[in-house]
């Protein structure tokens, strides 16, 4: 019994090569039965052995920005997606954004015909897939996109917060007209369920933000969470779900109120991901809720600063590999 994680990795000219190479390396040694030592002994020690990991790219790309033998690696295995050009570190190259496309097509097929059972995601870098003529905002849209379902809710989670976003990427200006009460009831049915269902909470928590300062003052400073924030909280409650709010999200997340919830629900995506990657960045996690699978990533983007520097933190991506493990059963 195994199960098979997919991890695409990434824009090649950003830090996602050298941090799967270097992933690689380290679930290998856990793997072959090296002690799990910090997050890695999170999991059950069997759990390593029982897991494969994929990794999904250009196979020269990854020994070359890896710098270490990738062959041979006990437990990992490699699913080819050749470069359409030659890489450098740091620049990007609209050329291969089809390339990068290619890897996420590749990793969800792998889902599809049951190959894999879970996708771990390193960085993309959203414009250059534009640039090559793709409209894309981000892994979780064309997931969802992908996957045939109506609604999936971004999350990410670190240092002891989760954060759940009811708008992801989208221009500012349309937030406002983007948050209805429909979506509202589903991001908070999916959230639900999913943090009973993968984070096994029993009777999980959620606060929910407003969109206004102060949640709107009364009235005073915009009407969306009387007109329709409140509303589908008071539905979310009538359903069974412990969501309270709407709260103001600048004191929501004062470190002793915050502690009261499992979960919470931000309403657009600077609203909540500031704080946690503020209390956690290179150590949390993005996960993807709401798909038929799971879907893990980092917490970082390409970083092309840093790209074939090797300076890069693999750790925001380790503990993605260990969320998708924890959440996903053997095949
Ligand atoms: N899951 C994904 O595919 C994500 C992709 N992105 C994309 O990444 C691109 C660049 O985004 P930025 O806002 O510049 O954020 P970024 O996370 O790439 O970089 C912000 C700062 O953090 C540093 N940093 C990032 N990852 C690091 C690591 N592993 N170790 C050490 N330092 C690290 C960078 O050097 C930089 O100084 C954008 O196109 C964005 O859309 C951003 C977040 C997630
Ligand atoms: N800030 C999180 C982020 O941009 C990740 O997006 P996605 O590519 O995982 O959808």
Redesign the pocket.
Known sequence: MVRRLALTT?EPA??GPE?SASVAVWFSALHAGAAPAGPAAEVDPSAWRDTELVLVGDSQLLAARGGAELSGLAGVAFEAVPLRVASVPGRLDAANGRYVLDTLDRAIGMVERGQAQAIV?A?????VINDAGVPFS??TEYLQERAGVDQVVMMLAGGGLRVALATTHLPLRAVPDAITGPLLDRTLRILDADLRARFLLAAPRIAVCGLNPHAGEGGYLGREEIDVIAPAIGRARAAGIDAHGPLPADTLFVPDHVAQYDAVLSMFHDQGLPVLKHAS??RGI?VTLGLPYVRT??D???????AGTG????G?LQQAVIEAIRMTPTA
């Open positions: 990434g950003g830090i941090l995601t960085p993309v870098q959203k414009s981000g892994h960045f290179g993005n990533s980092v970082h983007g390409t970083a092309l600063d840093l300076r890069a933190d693999p925001s």
